[in-house]
Nanobody, 131 residues
Framework: QVQLVESGGDSVQAGGSLRLSCTAS????????MGWFRQVPGKKREGVAQ????????DYADSVKGRFTIFQDNAENTVYLQMNSLKPEDTAMYYC????????????????????????WGQGTQVTVSS
């Protein structure tokens, strides 16, 4: 059984920073890609960042490029999302996800993997950015 547990969500002012953590436990062997998604009520869940676990290459949504960084600590089975220069439009519930699917080539995941390609999800952590 796999568990993903997110933490680090909080309320911050615009321009501030947060670091989200996602720790995986259980049978995590074979994970290929992990990602961070976000969702606001009434809207679809959107991809924010993803990383190829076996090589560390990352991809980002255009809306967060240059502000967010996804990185991993394999020893801790943890993937992080460092969020800088936060904007009110970043307010959302943030979810961590993992897949064992063959959605990768070379040393990176296929760009913009949709939520349906991920097998495991965390419970979410709320990020609120006020202006």
């Amino acid at each position: 059984q796999v568990q993903l547990v997110e933490s680090g969500g909080d309320s911050v002012q615009a321009g501030g920073s947060l670091r989200l953590s996602c720790t995986a436990s259980g049978y995590t062997y074979g994970f290929s890609c992990m990602g961070w998604f976000r969702q606001v009520p009434g809207k679809k869940r959107e991809g924010v960042a993803q990383i190829y676990i076996r090589g560390g290459v990352s991809d980002y949504a255009d809306s967060v490029k240059g502000r967010f960084t996804i990185f991993q600590d394999n020893a801790e089975n943890t993937v992080y999302l460092q969020m800088n220069s936060l904007k009110p439009e970043d307010t959302a519930m943030y979810y961590c996800a993992a897949t064992r699917g063959d959605y990768w080539a070379g040393s990176r995941c296929y760009e913009g993997l949709p939520p349906g390609h991920f097998d495991y999800w965390g419970q979410g952590t709320q990020v609120t950015v006020s202006s």
